[in-house]
């Protein structure tokens, strides 16, 4: 039986370092799991797979190097690699005279790098497929070291499957969002007390963020030279330089003009769903009418995966077209923990900022129930209460929606009557029907352009039919997460054959999946009951 392993402090001070950086903290629990395999290769528990990383660098702005030396620092802390240095292939060697130039792959690496990157931008075009043999013979020769996999601008899976050999773990660099940069402006303008008026702000942080980082600072100076402390509209537009016309916020293109009621309609199955929510709707609008706005607040009840999400998220859509709501569509999406600080006096302000951050829009809280505590008192006790104030001072400028297993929640609102006063909405969301979880797969498959072959609707039809007796069954993200690897299984077949045929998933794809996923799960020790 394996021991118990997990990271201690100084790995989760670590971490923690990507929250200063944009873009890179849903990497932490991929950080966290190449740590826990480190530890399991280093007790011979794990004989497998490799330490190598294919990272999609969706930013614009030049992030990689700042957090690879974030990884680095784990990495060297935990002996996966000797030394922090890191090499990009492309980069320029001393030639000896009548030397041939070699390849960008045909380097002699020095000793002390321990992570080579292999990047696109840096090497100029590169047929990863024409090149894999010199790939393969590069890793093969430097097995101590880490190889880093730069994915800028190839079709999603492409890159997955040309390096899925040689490759265990897969990262992200997310663009610097609009609702990131003005998060940026907040806290810069916060430290350094100075005013603003919230939609100003987001207006002002519309620009290019190398652009934003020197405009902010810039401002920030003239305001303490000037004794100011509070900025105005004119003056973000001024320091944004564009002085003449206010900025237009850039929107969620919409596909022909899809409204949100169309995006409901459009949510497979959840038809008792929709028909609450409409009706929800029209009596928000009426009330409206009346000039009796009613709270907003509601309470979502059910299994992980049934689309509570989703449903949240065409709610605040629908708010905002009918001008229910004064936001931009804002949609925030937390944890319950995550309102719960680390330090005491911290709680109560961590609950205002998250609010703040959603103001406008919709606050959806998943799995709610985690503030529940047995000890009076408790952070989750202070999270709760400043919630349900906040609740109620901003009743008319936020839907808050709570989250979670149907009689956990139940608990959290019986044990909060405060909750119950304000929560003007409950909807109870049913689990899918193996009908309906085969519609969400053919979604995803004509989404991402698969084609299926003749007789996989049967197979995956009788395997969402037998999973969906299990207790812990995920519905919807149980579908995706098979979806996920049955594409993983055919890219494999796709290069171990050299298929033409890539977009087709075959019944074999399906049903290796399945029966690699019935090995994986672990086997019920029968209980031995000593005596008679």
Request: with cysteine; net charge neutral; aromatic share 8%.
């Amino acid at each position: 039986m394996l021991k118990e392993y997990v990271l201690d402090a100084e790995d989760e001070k670590i971490i923690d370092e990507l929250d200063n950086l944009f873009g890179v903290i849903q990497n932490k629990d991929v950080l966290k799991n190449m740590v826990m395999f480190a530890k399991l290769r280093q007790d011979n528990e794990m004989q497998f797979g490799n330490y190598n990383i294919i990272i999609r660098n969706n930013s614009s702005y030049n992030l990689l190097t700042d957090y690879l030396k974030v990884c680095a620092k784990l990495f060297v802390k935990n002996n996966i690699i000797p030394n922090d240095k890191i090499y990009y292939i492309g980069e320029q060697k001393s030639q000896k005279k009548n030397q041939r130039v070699k390849g960008p792959f045909e380097v002699e690496l020095n000793e002390q790098d321990s992570i080579i990157v292999i990047s696109k931008n840096r090497i100029g075009y590169v047929d990863f497929e024409r090149q894999m043999p010199n790939i393969e013979k590069l890793i093969q020769k430097y097995k101590n070291k880490m190889f880093v996999f730069e994915d800028t601008d190839f079709r999603e899976g492409q890159m997955d499957a040309e390096l899925g050999n040689i490759v265990t773990w897969k990262m992200t660099i997310e663009k610097i969002s609009l609702e990131d940069k003005f998060m940026y402006c907040k806290d810069m303008l916060d430290k350094n007390k100075i005013k603003y008026k919230r939609q100003d702000l987001q207006d002002f942080a519309d620009q290019p963020f190398w652009q934003l980082k020197n405009n902010i600072l810039q401002l920030i100076v003239e305001c303490k030279a000037n004794e100011i402390d509070r900025v105005n509209c004119e003056m973000l537009r001024k320091k944004s330089g564009n002085s003449k016309t206010k900025p237009v916020r850039r929107r969620t293109k919409k596909i022909k003009n899809q409204t949100a009621k169309d995006d409901l309609e459009e949510l497979i199955g959840l038809d008792g769903i929709k028909s609450e929510v409409n009706k929800i709707l029209n009596y928000v609008k009426l009330n409206k009418s009346r000039g009796k706005m009613p709270t907003l607040h509601m309470c979502f009840n059910g299994n992980p995966g049934t689309g509570k999400t989703s449903v949240a998220r065409v709610i605040g859509k629908l708010f905002e077209e009918e001008k229910i709501l004064p936001g931009n569509g804002e949609f925030v999406e937390i944890h319950g923990r995550d309102l719960v600080a680390k330090y005491v006096g911290w709680t109560a302000s961590q609950v205002h900022d998250i609010v703040e951050k959603a103001m406008g829009g919709v606050l959806f809280i998943d799995e709610a129930y985690s503030l529940v505590s047995d000890r009076a008192g408790s952070f989750e006790d202070e999270a709760i209460a400043t919630l349900i104030k906040e609740m109620e001072d901003h009743r008319d400028e936020i839907c808050i929606i709570l989250a979670g297993y149907t009689d956990e929640m139940k608990e959290l609102i019986k044990r909060n009557p405060g909750f119950e006063s304000r929560i003007q909405f409950t909807i109870n969301f049913p689990d899918y029907s193996s009908e309906e979880l085969l519609e969400i797969f053919n979604g995803l498959c004509k989404k991402e352009k698969y084609r299926l072959s003749k007789g996989t609707s049967e197979i995956l039809l009788q395997h969402f039919e037998e999973a969906r007796r299990e207790k812990s069954f995920g519905n919807g993200r149980y579908v995706r997460n098979i979806f996920e690897k049955i594409k993983f299984e055919q890219a494999d077949r796709v290069v171990r054959t050299d298929s033409k045929n890539i977009n087709m998933i075959t019944k074999q794809d399906i049903q290796n999946t399945l029966m690699e996923l019935q090995t994986s799960k672990p086997v019920k020790k029968e209980r031995r009951v000593i005596g008679f």
